[in-house]
């Protein structure tokens, strides 16, 4: 019984998280253009545990995480993709991606944080994302300006 109760805690909070796996934050990224923001860790770790179970919920109760793609990444079961995402081996990392009109950024989050830190941390991202956004629009308005001067 009591795994039952374990197991219907962790299923609510994966769904109070918007959790999904790597390949669906990285579908919904591209299908919606939010950034995405991953949470690398393990089951065997105290402090990726209380991220995930935790500290991420109370999160996604403010709102921020219907912002970006996210997504947990397990290092056990998804060996490649956190060892292709990760900065070295400190576990958990809270990553961001987000597409810039002069590339991939991305910005990075070590060790267990607090919920205030991590809203901070992606309220920064898309302030940035929405700042990039500007920028390449001002600088398409200045391209297209130039052009119409030209073929006058």
């Known amino acids: 019984m009591m795994s039952f109760a374990f197991s219907a805690m962790v299923q609510v909070s994966l769904l109070t998280t918007g959790a999904n796996t790597y390949a669906d934050a990285h579908k919904q990224h591209v299908d919606t253009g939010r950034p995405m923001v991953l949470l690398v860790g393990a089951e065997w770790c105290p402090a990726c545990v209380q991220m995930k179970n935790n500290i991420m919920p109370r999160v996604a109760k403010q709102g921020v995480l ?77 391209n297209s300006v130039s052009y119409q001067k030209s073929s006058e």
């Open 66 to 142: 219907e912002k970006v793609a996210f997504a947990h990444v397990n290092t056990d079961r998804d060996g490649r993709v956190a060892k292709a995402v990760m900065q070295g081996g400190m576990i958990p990392q809270l990553i961001m991606y987000r597409k810039t009109p002069n590339g991939w950024r991305r910005h990075l989050l070590m060790g267990a944080q607090s919920p205030e830190k991590i809203q901070a941390f992606i309220k920064q991202g898309l302030a940035l994302d929405e700042a990039d956004a500007l920028a390449a629009s001002k600088a398409n308005q200045t």
